[in-house]
């Protein structure tokens, strides 16, 4: 027998195109690794489903990439999923802390997850979806699920500005920590948490902080402990503010503000343009899923989240659609009890 293969022995040979990425069967397939995509798991899995999570990111990857030092707002039992306690050192958790539960949770229920993976394409029909995805080196990886679980968040996709020098480098939509803009001039763009805790953290922290907003003033739903410190620091001259003003213009070493009183030229270094964001309207409509025509919600029943396409649902800040302040991980962590329950009526599990 020759030890090398002729041009007719590959033509009788069985195609095996993909063999190296071989398609995964499971019955619920979860799209987002974020606490309320894990809660969705968890939650399926308790009633003997086999359930795989996919992410383009990290686990919890929104959660990863908020500022380094950050605090939550609320009390660490109301961001506790599966029913796994969350203890903290002090009455609010930190990030790290946050990170860690998440893991531990994840570790705890052996969820399957695949991190790093982006989901293109979701097509077929309720209970045969096929699920096209890609990871960092962009190889395929095909999935057969009988359920789709939409819980992808939106922090991935940063509100833009539509102005001229947006994307010059020293431009960013996120905000990590304050050690790399020490001694230079930083403009915060926004009124709200996010712009706030950054301006208050670089000022603290050496940089020259200019904050301008749209509005007259803060917005009311910062943090009652937040906006009296950074109202303080604006009125002692600490923070320069221009209100009811907007950026017109981001020069290489200047950015142009349009004020009540006219354009002001101000040398600066960084711009942080934190005014929000959207989750990922084109990849909800790829998959059929109807949009509200004003704030973009997708229909679905607000009762199981099953959207207009049966068989996928929506979980976690996608439902509000534009309104994104309307759900945190406190309420969308019950979207997967809901959804279970959905699912414990239509699915049963495959021997």
């Known amino acids: 027998m020759p030890?090398?293969?002729?041009?007719?022995?590959?033509?009788?040979l069985p195609k095996t195109?993909?063999?190296?990425?071989?398609?995964?069967?499971?019955?619920v397939l979860v799209i987002g690794a974020g606490p309320t995509g894990l809660a969705c798991a968890i939650e399926a899995q308790k009633l003997g489903l086999r359930v795989i999570v996919v992410d383009k990111g990290c686990l919890v990857n929104s959660l990863f990439h908020y500022p380094a030092n950050m605090v939550f707002f609320t009390t660490p039992e109301l961001l506790e999923i599966g029913d796994i306690p969350f203890t903290t050192a002090l009455q609010k958790p930190t990030r790290e802390e946050a990170l860690e539960y998440y893991r531990k949770v994840a570790e705890h229920y052996h969820v399957d997850i695949r991190q790093y993976e982006w989901v293109k394409t979701v097509m077929g029909e309720d209970?045969?979806?096929?699920?096209?995805?890609?990871?960092r080196a962009g190889r395929p990886h095909d999935y057969r699920t009988?359920?789709?679980?939409?819980?992808?968040?939106?922090?991935?996709?940063?509100?833009?500005?539509?102005?001229?020098?947006?994307?010059?480098?020293?431009?960013?939509?996120?905000?990590?920590?304050?050690?790399?803009?020490?001694?230079?001039?930083?403009?915060?763009?926004?009124?709200?948490?996010?712009?706030?805790?950054?301006?208050?953290?670089?000022?603290?922290?050496?940089?020259?902080?200019?904050?301008?907003?749209?509005?007259?003033?803060l917005h009311h739903h910062i943090k009652y402990w937040i906006k009296p410190d950074l109202e303080n620091r604006i009125k002692n001259g600490e923070i320069e503010a221009y209100f009811d003003s907007h950026?017109?213009?981001?020069?290489?070493?200047?950015?142009?503000?349009?004020?009540?009183r006219g354009p002001v030229r101000l040398k600066n270094d960084f711009v942080l343009a934190l005014i929000g964001y959207h989750p990922d309207y084109d990849f909800l409509r790829s998959m059929g899923i109807e949009l509200s025509e004003e704030q973009c919600r997708p229909v679905c029943d607000p009762v199981s989240l099953e959207s207009n396409v049966p068989g996928i649902?929506?979980?976690?800040?996608?439902?509000?659609?534009?309104?994104?302040?309307?759900?945190?991980?406190?309420?969308?962590r019950f979207h997967g009890k809901q959804i279970a329950a959905d699912l414990k009526l239509k699915l049963q599990p495959e021997s």
């Open 146 to 217: 009988r359920k789709v679980i939409v819980s992808t968040g939106y922090y991935d996709l940063a509100n833009q500005l539509g102005l001229p020098g947006e994307d010059r480098p020293k431009v960013s939509h996120y905000y990590a920590e304050a050690h790399p803009y020490y001694d230079t001039d930083v403009l915060v763009i926004g009124g709200k948490n996010s712009a706030a805790i950054a301006a208050l953290d670089l000022w603290r922290h050496g940089a020259r902080v200019t904050l301008v907003h749209r509005e007259s003033r």
């Open 127 to 135: 209970g045969d979806f096929s699920i096209a995805a890609a990871d």
């Open 313 to 332: 649902y929506v979980a976690g800040v996608i439902v509000a659609g534009s309104r994104t302040n309307e759900i945190f991980i406190e309420n969308g």
């Open 17 to 27: 195109t993909t063999a190296s990425h071989p398609e995964v069967h499971t019955d």
């Open 247 to 260: 950026v017109q213009e981001i020069g290489i070493d200047h950015v142009v503000i349009v004020t009540p």
């Open 3 to 12: 030890d090398f293969l002729t041009a007719e022995d590959v033509e009788t």
